[in-house]
């Protein structure tokens, strides 16, 4: 950290904005802010027209900038810094890697209640008559103080238009000086700390004669006063060693009513309210021991832990003590040493339980741990798991958090104390100088968005279920890859990395395989559990001898109800929400479209809407076709709400569930319905890819998968290595705990490789075909993706735009540029997108191959022909 010594020297400092600004910019630094000023704190800035940003100090120097006169900083707003370098390095890298700017990473990485809101307004200081006698005002700011009087509040824009005047800053500041004028929520906090009311006894009262006295005269003339009295007394263990502080919250669920009587007490001069800072974050204690590992668990360990080079006198660490370690001495001192492990373990093979030792391993040696999981859906078992074993040291985060939230997990990463506020502070009262610090959080559970954390002390990054898609970020930039980006960290804090995986990218496996990973592989489910028996619905067949009951098959219908009847729990999976893809129309085939994208409407029967799922669009359904006038409309199609409702037909008796986007906006869904599943309340759990990923319930005996088809021909060259791994991770939710599962796929292609490849659990012979293919097509991983889109709301624009920037590539990296072409969806938001792909070999330096682009995109974007297109660039797209 970085801080200045107090100097009369003229100090400047870059910052990163709040902006999609390729540069830092620089400011000055007023001299009686030397000694304050360091690396990671906020300052106020002004950026171009009378604007004011919060922005990061990265660099602090002695030049000035030589293209521009540096403005000063107009207020720094942390004591401490809220960023270390360590952040700042793995924001340099993914600005760098993914080509984007350094204010899109600030954007991502910060919390909302850590950046500040601009809401400029300017009013009248209350004291403004008695300044105005004593100085002299130009005309402007009479014309200002004229309008404010008039007006009491004006904006940055109203007052450029009065003085007629684009810059107005100067001008305000010297009024601002004057102590004519204030600015009104100039930047608003959004972080604000949760204030708790307390409760406690008066000095007075705090005495066993006067609270008998109390009691006698409440008893005859005051009840519920009385009842509120011995609330507060239980409430506060006040005859036992412990006594504890009682918050008024309590006393009012305690106590119907209690309210008015709380303040009659207060009044009594009985109760004094105080309030105190606390935090949103709930506070857990550890309960279980954590369990031993059975043999194979124990191998893969030592294993892991030789790989990662925790090794004593040539024994892993885990295993000091232990009569038989997994490998020889000879055998740990000769083995390469690996920042990165690859765990490809089975379905319910034990990885979670192996990933606990390892935690607790790191946190043993005052390490923080990281355990990244793609959805949020997952982190409710997983931190009520890890709350058992490691109590209130386990902090998570994800965007389901609201701002404070996010803020006080930051700050307790940040090691940041809390200050308790006390309401009776003042001179005539006791004071109470309470500080409390909330525990720092050793292991931190949660989405993609966990790893920009302030960690100082990284020990071990876990990546569960590593392949998934969603640790990919799409829009908006920085579209980076959380695995990737969590590895790289893990590199900064010199920290080890281990990516867990039933159904492995090939990208990782290909890095195993290549021994740039390490790897270790658990081939057994937990407990001697078999693998679950897949059978194959044909469709197709079913169809032809008219056996298909809406969208269920005969022996998917039949294995439901013999799950049903031995009070087994049941999964159905598909991967489209809605109640139907699209409404058509019998005679001439017309289907309603989005007027702002070009896919076709969702029916949402609970909302009785069609709504596109790109941009929100909806209308309710028409009664007629708008081409033809026909009014034969029918559903074509399934999603998630179609299968909860016909189920409800066939198996009326039982309790059904759907979770998808759908239903799990609010904060708690996913807990809720995960519990309710859990705990038995429902009997079948109807879902998209939510369900597929990591769940473990023991009472689910079998998995349908409704419609395999859709994802294998879905046109992208990861199509079958997705089909595969959705399959796989889906049918790992049947026959846990002792008992074998069941997995019915219905599909009219019952002999495609890749479905084959699942029955038999042949990950190896998935992998071995797909990178055949890989190699001869020139894809990861060998070959590296760029992905380029243009977009413009003219498709002429794009189509020329998109030509001219194709031509410019093409005569740097030739064959390697396909397109342009039009993605699926080619317009979303009345926005046209063209994609350009660039295939660079792993060979080859990516670092000028991006140079060369970034050149090129430089000078497409100074062509005054294309200045209005937008260009996206995504490196390694999913």
């Keep these: 950290m970085y801080i200045c010594s107090m100097s009369r020297n003229t100090f400047f400092v870059d910052v990163i904005l709040p902006l999609s600004v390729p540069n830092l910019y620089t400011y000055r630094v007023p001299f009686e802010w030397n000694d304050f000023i360091a690396i990671g704190k906020r300052v106020i800035v002004q950026f171009g027209k009378g604007k004011l940003y919060s922005a990061l100090v990265r660099v602090i120097h002695e030049n000035p900038p030589k293209q521009y006169s540096a403005k000063y900083i107009d207020s720094i707003l942390d004591d401490l810094p809220i960023v270390n370098q360590k952040q700042f390095e793995l924001w340099d890298w993914l600005s760098s890697y993914y080509m984007c700017n350094i204010g899109d990473v600030m954007i991502a990485a910060l919390p909302g209640g850590l950046r500040l809101s601009s809401e400029t307004k300017i009013l009248l200081d209350q004291n403004y008559k008695e300044q105005i006698s004593t100085i002299e005002l130009s005309d402007k700011e009479y014309l200002i103080l004229d309008a404010l009087e008039i007006r009491q509040v004006l904006t940055l824009n109203d007052i450029a238009d009065i003085i007629e005047q684009k810059i107005v800053y100067p001008i305000i500041k010297s009024l601002i000086d004057k102590g004519i004028v204030l600015i009104q929520e100039e930047l608003k906090e959004k972080f604000k700390p949760k204030i708790e009311s307390y409760v406690r006894i008066t000095t007075f009262a705090d005495n066993e004669d006067n609270l008998k006295t109390f009691f006698d005269a409440l008893e005859r003339k005051a009840p519920k006063q009385l009842d509120v009295l011995m609330a507060y007394i239980t409430l506060s263990k006040r005859y036992s060693k412990d006594p504890v502080e009682v918050k008024k919250s309590d006393i009012l669920k305690m106590v119907d009513g209690a309210e008015a009587a709380i303040k009659s007490l207060v009044k009594k001069d009985v109760f004094e309210i105080y309030e105190r800072e606390v935090g949103r974050l709930a506070i857990f204690e550890s309960e279980n021991k954590i369990s031993d590992l059975n043999e194979e668990q124990q191998r893969i360990l030592e294993s892991i832990n030789t790989q990662f080079g925790r090794i004593k006198n040539g024994i892993p660490v885990a295993l000091e003590g232990s009569s038989s370690p997994a490998c020889s001495k000879d ?37 923080q741990v990281l355990y990244l999981l793609p959805e949020i859906a997952l982190t409710t078992q997983i931190i009520n798991r890890l709350r058992k074993y490691f109590g209130d040291s386990v902090g998570v985060y994800h965007s389901k958090f609201n701002e404070n939230e996010r803020v006080e997990v930051w700050n307790n990463v940040l090691g940041s104390k809390y200050k308790v506020k006390d309401s009776n502070e003042d001179d005539d009262k006791n004071k109470s100088n309470l500080n409390f610090k909330l525990s720092n959080f050793k292991l931190i559970i949660g989405a993609r968005s966990a790893l920009f954390l302030p960690f100082s002390n990284l020990g071990l990054v876990i990546v569960d279920e590593e392949h998934d898609t969603s640790y990919k970020q799409y829009d908006p930039s920085p579209r980076y890859n959380a695995r990737d ?49 897949i059978l194959i619905a044909d469709v197709k067949e079913a169809m032809r001898k008219k056996q298909m009951k809406s969208h269920f098959s005969p022996l998917l219908l039949d294995t439901v109800t013999l799950a049903l009847e031995k009070k087994e729990q049941v999964i159905l999976f598909q991967n489209r929400r809605g109640f139907a893809p699209q409404l058509e129309c019998n005679m001439c085939a017309w289907i309603p479209q989005c007027t702002n994208c070009d896919v076709s409407l969702t029916y949402h029967k609970v909302s009785n809407q069609l709504r596109c799922h790109y941009c929100g669009y909806s209308i309710k359904p028409p009664t007629k076709c708008a081409a033809c006038g026909d009014t ?21 008796k039982a309790k059904i569930a759907r979770m998808d986007l759908d239903t799990t906006r609010s904060k708690f869904a996913h807990q809720h319905i995960i519990q309710d599943f859990e705990d038995g309340n429902i009997d079948i759990l109807v879902g998209t890819q939510m369900v597929t990923k990591g769940l473990d319930f023991d009472n689910v005996s079998m998995v349908g998968i409704l419609n395999a088809d859709s994802m294998l021909n879905f046109p992208d060259f990861r199509s079958f290595e997705r089909s595969y791994q959705l399959m796989a991770q889906v049918s790992g939710r049947a026959g846990r705990k002792n008992k074998r599962g069941k997995v019915i796929i219905q599909s009219q292609n019952p002999e495609h490789s890749i479905i084959q490849e699942v029955i038999a659990n042949d990950y190896l012979s998935m992998y071995t075909n797909q990178l055949m293919d890989r190699k001869n097509f020139n894809y990861p991983p060998f070959f590296r993706l760029i992905e380029i889109t243009a977009i413009h709301k003219d498709i002429d624009m794009v189509n020329a735009s998109s030509k001219h920037l194709a031509d410019a590539l093409k005569k740097h990296f030739g064959k390697r540029v396909l397109g342009p072409e039009f993605p699926l969806v080619s317009r979303v938001r009345n926005l046209y997108h063209k994609n350009i792909l660039l295939k660079i070999e792993r060979d080859s330096s990516v670092a000028q191959v991006k140079k060369i682009v970034a050149e090129l995109l430089v000078k497409f974007k100074t062509t005054s022909e294309y200045k209005s297109v937008r260009v996206n660039i995504d490196v390694d797209p999913m």
Aim: charged share 25%; aromatic share 10%; glycine share 8%.
């Design 331 to 367: 055998e740990a001192e000769h083995t390469t040493i690996k920042d990165v492990v690859l765990l490809h373990g089975v379905t319910s093979s034990g990885k979670t339980e192996i990933y606990v030792k390892l935690i607790e391993q790191a946190i043993a040696e005052g390490k």
């Design 485 to 533: 980006a969590a590895i790289y960290l893990a590199h900064i804090h010199k920290a080890k990395t281990l990516l867990g995986s039933a159904t492995p990218s090939l990208e990782s496996y290909y890095n195993a395989q290549e021994h740039k990973y390490g790897f270790a592989e658990l081939t057994k489910r937990f407990g001697g559990v078999q693998m679950p028996e």
């Design 632 to 652: 034969d409309l029918k559903m074509k199609g399934f999603g998630t709400e179609k299968i909860e409702e016909e189920l409800s037909i066939f198996y009326p």
